[in-house]
T-cell receptor
């Protein structure tokens, strides 16, 4: 079945640093979504990508839909303590409306 | 607030009991999804509705699980004869219909955390 590999598993960084995380898929996706989840809450949508090569920003967050349609990355610039949480990538293939999720990147920010 | 609403937020039940969760999607979103999330993992797809029609079900959805969306608005997820392995966060999401294709975002509720003891 379809699988998403998300890396790194966790990051512990200093406030102000930039962060980069990525996802790779074993198959082609037509949509990539990036979510942030905090303890006890549901995932919150950060960025949606719909075209290969698309680069989209949301404040300090930037995400790209890979040219091969099998990967995506998320960058966070100038991290702040409230960026702490688990970041998930999710992809959707042509044949279905369901989302396949990565296993998450846990981000900790040291003030 | 017009986001996805899930009730209850928490449920503790004894093994063997039946439980039912409710999801109210964002108004006018015609697609509704159920996912399950266990500790340390990403959400896993369970099932999806377009209006009142259940169009896709995961193999994770055993015969003890049933989901309905009778009027194409709110949805319920029932688990019969609960087992300890059913303990998880159950997430509901909804997405709008967009002419021309499948490119739509999915917005999640806060989830229902189920603990089976």
């Amino acid at each position: 079945g379809q699988q998403l590999n998300q890396s790194p598993q966790s990051m512990f960084i200093q406030e102000g640093e930039d962060v980069s995380m990525n996802c790779t898929s074993s198959s082609i996706f037509n949509t990539w979504l990036w979510y942030k989840q905090e303890p006890g809450e549901g995932p919150v949508l950060l960025i949606a990508l719909y075209k290969a090569g698309e680069l989209t920003s949301n404040g300090r967050l930037t995400a790209q839909f890979g040219i091969t349609r099998k990967d995506s990355f998320l960058n966070i610039s100038a991290s702040i303590p409230s960026d702490v949480g688990i970041y998930f990538c999710a992809g959707r293939a042509d044949s279905s409306y369901k989302l396949i999720f990565g296993s998450g990147t846990r981000l900790l920010v040291r003030p | 607030d017009t986001g996805v609403s899930q009730n209850p937020r928490h449920k503790i039940t004894k093994r063997g009991q039946n439980v039912t969760f409710r999801c109210d999607p964002i108004s006018e979103h015609n697609r509704l999804y159920w996912y399950r999330q266990t500790l340390g993992q990403g959400p896993e797809f369970l099932t999806y509705f377009q209006n009142e029609a259940q169009l896709e079900k995961s193999r994770l959805l055993s015969d003890r699980f049933s989901a309905e969306r009778p009027k194409g608005s709110f949805s319920t997820l029932e688990i019969q004869r609960t087992e300890q392995g059913d303990s998880a966060m159950y997430l509901c999401a909804s997405s709008p219909h967009r002419d021309g294709g499948m490119n739509t975002e999915a917005f999640f509720g806060q989830g229902t955390r189920l603990t089976v003891v």
